[in-house]
Structures are given as structure tokens and as C-alpha cells.
């Protein structure tokens, strides 16, 4: 007999269930002209059940994008925590050629955001809030690795997480728009010249050159 949730639980669900809607109901019609109606319909709810989880659609788009931040940093900690760096290497040579469909609806949703957040001070500050969190995490994930491989890191590891997420967007926005010229593996390819890495060689990589900041 399955066992009745808890109240908890069946909020926990709800708002889990309304961050999918929201997700796809933004992706068809964008943040700006997408309504909270439209997103309660279609995760099967009343309007009541998305204000009783998120006080307007702005703090809706930053749950999806604390939500987001979460599962890649868990992504990124299953990659890369306790790797060497001749593995990191191989995994950054892994990026694919091409990003999926999910993915270019996400970056379309984040451009959208980041142009309303230019005009509203709230969003903005929100906005900032969640991606300097980002940067933190992958900053003291950049640390553990040179710290653990005994070298020094070619630039600060707070500085090599703003590079390293400045590359990601950017590069995406390119490939999207022009796939057939734009290759997102080239960002792995990147990312193992900066930080220093070889792939496919046993012996260490030469220590980069000192830089001003680094550690």
C-alpha cells in the first residue's frame, strides 16, 4: 500500500512540478510574454498553487535558475572532484560538437531574463546573487584540483570561474546561432590550453608561467 506524503512532501512536489511547467511554458512563449495562468495550467494546478510557492514569475525564473545552478554543480563535482588533471583534461576534450535542443531553450530563457534583469534592479541583484554562487562553487572546485595535483593554478580560481563561465555562455550563443561554423568542443579545447592540461601523455604538465593573482 503506498504510503500518504507528508504535507512537505506534497509541496516539495508541487513546486517540482510547476518548475518543469515553467520550464517548457517559457521556453514556447518567453519569460516576458508568458503568464503565471498559462504555467499553472499546464503543471494542472490553479494560479493559488504558484503564488502559495513563488511570489511573482521573476522569482520563478530564479528558482528554475537556482535549480539549474544545483544539478550542474552536482554534474560538474561527479566529473571532476578527485580527478587528476591529465583526466579533467579528457573530460573537457569530451564536450560534444553540438548541445541539445533543452540546452538552446535554456540559453534563450537566460538571454531573455538577463535583458529584463537590465531593467529591473530586483531581478538583477537576484540574477548576480545566484551566479556569483555559482562562480564560488566552481572556484573552490578549481582549488581542490591544483591544490590536490600539487601546482599552481595558472590564474586566481575565483578568476579562472568567471573565464571559464564567460567561455561557456559566450561559445553557446555563437554555436546556436550559427552551428554550422560554430563548434561547442571548442571549448574543451580551450579550457585544456588555459589551465595547462595535456591530454593523453603520463608525464606532468609543465607548471604555467607565473601570473599576477594566481595561486
Known amino acids: 500500500m503506498q504510503e500518504r506524503l507528508s504535507r512537505q512532501e506534497r509541496k516539495s512536489q508541487t513546486r517540482e512540478r510547476l518548475l518543469d511547467a515553467a520550464a517548457q511554458v517559457?521556453?514556447?512563449?518567453?519569460?516576458?510574454?508568458?503568464?503565471?495562468?498559462e504555467v499553472a495550467a499546464a503543471a494542472g494546478y490553479t494560479k493559488g498553487a504558484v503564488y502559495s510557492n513563488f511570489a511573482s514569475?521573476?522569482?520563478?525564473?530564479?528558482?528554475?535558475?537556482?535549480?539549474?545552478?544545483?544539478?550542474?554543480?552536482?554534474?560538474?563535482?561527479?566529473?571532476?572532484?578527485?580527478?587528476d588533471l591529465a583526466a579533467m583534461a579528457c573530460e573537457l576534450q569530451g564536450q560534444p560538437d553540438q548541445e541539445t535542443e533543452a540546452e538552446k531553450q535554456w540559453v534563450v530563457l537566460a538571454v531573455e531574463f538577463w535583458l529584463h534583469?537590465?531593467?529591473?534592479?530586483?531581478a538583477k541583484l537576484l540574477l548576480a546573487e545566484q551566479y556569483e554562487h555559482a562562480r564560488t562553487v566552481t572556484a573552490e572546485m578549481i582549488a581542490s584540483i591544483y591544490e590536490n595535483a600539487g601546482r599552481p593554478s595558472p590564474f586566481a580560481p575565483r578568476d579562472l570561474a568567471i573565464i571559464i563561465e564567460s567561455?561557456?555562455?559566450?561559445?553557446?550563443?555563437?554555436?546556436?546561432?550559427?552551428?554550422?561554423?560554430?563548434r561547442m568542443s571548442l571549448q574543451g579545447e580551450v579550457l585544456t590550453r588555459l589551465l595547462g592540461l595535456q591530454v593523453g601523455s603520463d608525464e606532468e604538465p609543465?607548471?604555467?608561467?607565473?601570473?599576477?593573482?594566481g595561486e
Open 26 to 37: 517559457f521556453a514556447r512563449r518567453g519569460f516576458e510574454s508568458a503568464s503565471l495562468d
Open 57 to 83: 514569475k521573476t522569482d520563478l525564473v530564479i528558482a528554475l535558475i537556482v535549480r539549474r545552478i544545483e544539478v550542474q554543480t552536482a554534474e560538474h563535482a561527479r566529473r571532476f572532484d578527485g580527478q
Open 117 to 122: 534583469a537590465m531593467r529591473d534592479e530586483r
Open 167 to 182: 567561455l561557456s555562455v559566450g561559445l553557446a550563443f555563437q554555436a546556436f546561432l550559427d552551428p554550422e561554423h560554430v
Open 206 to 213: 609543465p607548471a604555467p608561467a607565473s601570473v599576477p593573482g
